[in-house]
């Protein structure tokens, strides 16, 4: 479980995904693992149908996974 600081993603994603990787950045901040790793499943799936809805490109795709250690 890691957030790579050097991937930058696209300032306008959908409010939901920013408000999600807002949390997930107070769990990583406080060292809180348990609670990262199980709001990260449901933060995942959420990306994964954003992309199949057509509401995120496969490069946003690609980076929120690279930046948070799925890839």
Do not use: H
């Not at 050097?6 to 939901?16: F, H």
């Not at 490069?59 to 690279?66: A, M, Q, T, V, Y």
């Amino acid at each position: 479980m890691f957030i790579d600081e050097s991937i930058d993603l696209r300032e306008n994603l959908p409010e939901s995904l920013q408000r999600d990787f807002a949390k997930l950045r107070e769990y990583y901040d406080a060292g809180d693992w348990f609670n990262f790793d199980i709001f990260f499943e449901g933060v995942e799936a959420t990306v994964k149908g954003y992309y199949l809805a057509g509401k995120i490109s496969r490069e946003d795709l690609n980076c929120i996974f690279r930046k948070y250690g799925v890839m």
